[in-house]
């Protein structure tokens, strides 16, 4: 078993521009505006979705970033946190400890993807993943992320991008993922997203909706409660308190005279692990505007 930050990333959002003037709540937004006495920040939450099937979405981003004079990434997206590694044989398969109705339907579920053949031997984390991804927009060279797809934009015309998080920085904040935890997802996970599904659909899809409508409160609880339910997330395998506290320190001690277009996963715009409110206590006035 190999854990990539690519499967991290699965399991797990400004300045006063002509055009950009509606305000948005809160609760709905994946761009923000960020006015410190000497600098001028758009904030743009984004999700690993392709650039195509959100055109609105890349669309303004680009008009932002036609409007800054740099951009800043949270980590070099071509950056690939260490792997861990497993025996098969170590890893404690989900599928006997489910009812037998939950049995059938994991596996009509997983039919058709890359585990069908293997669907009684999955640890956990395993069916895990399979259905918090299920119906999730595939990215690939053919289908560029929306970050990816800006960042390639922004270098095109000419901004400087730089990434608030060195991949030393990054590496160093890794939380090693042990056999306990990986086995520790059990079938009163699998139940609950087995349940999940049943009343919002497949929850990849759920979730690349949620952000196709700004809806990013609710992709922020969302998360949480699958946290809450024992199914593992982003934050078992990198320290994500130290690396909210790096990106608000970053961000507050830009240069005098920044004028910065700032992509970060939406996650860190929206609920518990929103950097709104540290940078708000920084001297900021941050307001949602779309």
Same mark, same amino acid.
């Given at each position: ?24 709540? #809160? ?12 600098? #001028? ?16 979405? $890349? ?48 596996? $009509?579920?997983?039919? $058709? ?12 984390? #395993? =069916? ?25 934009? =922004? ?28 086995? &520790? ?30 809806? &990013? ?17 982003? $934050? ?35 609920? &518990? ?18």
């Amino acid at each position: 078993m190999r854990i990539t930050r690519r499967q991290f990333a699965v399991i797990a959002a400004v300045i006063s521009l002509p055009g950009i003037s509606r305000a948005a709540s #809160e609760e709905n937004a994946v761009v923000w505006r960020v006015r410190f006495p000497s600098q #001028e920040l758009v904030l743009f939450g984004y999700v690993r979705v392709p650039a195509d099937v959100f055109p609105d979405i $890349t669309a303004e981003g680009k008009r932002l970033i036609d409007q800054s004079k740099m951009v800043l990434v949270d980590m070099n997206p071509s950056l690939t946190l260490s792997p861990t590694r497993f025996k098969n044989s170590d890893l404690k398969p989900v599928f006997p400890g489910l009812a037998p109705p939950q049995q059938d339907e994991l596996k $009509t579920i997983l039919a $058709t993807s890359p585990a069908r053949n293997a669907i009684e031997r999955l640890c956990g984390f #395993e =069916a895990g993943l399979l259905l918090v991804g299920e119906g999730q927009r595939v990215i690939g060279p053919d289908a560029p992320s929306v970050g990816l797809e800006l960042a390639n934009y =922004a270098v095109s015309i000419g901004r400087k991008v730089k990434t608030l998080a060195s991949d030393s920085e990054v590496l160093a904040m890794q939380k090693p993922l042990t056999l306990a935890t990986v086995n &520790s997802v059990g079938p009163a996970s699998i139940a609950y997203l087995l349940d999940l599904r049943h009343r919002i659909g497949p929850i990849g899809a759920y979730f690349d909706e949620l952000y196709k409508a700004r809806k &990013s409160a609710r992709i922020a609880s969302l998360g949480e409660e699958i946290t809450a339910k024992g199914v593992l997330t982003p $934050t078992d395998f990198i320290d994500m308190g130290h690396l909210r506290a790096l990106y608000v320190e970053q961000i507050a001690s830009l240069p005098a005279g920044t004028n910065a277009f700032v992509m970060l996963p939406i996650g860190l715009l929206s609920g &518990s692990y929103s950097i709104v409110a540290k940078l708000r206590s920084h001297g900021a006035k941050v307001t949602a505007i779309k």
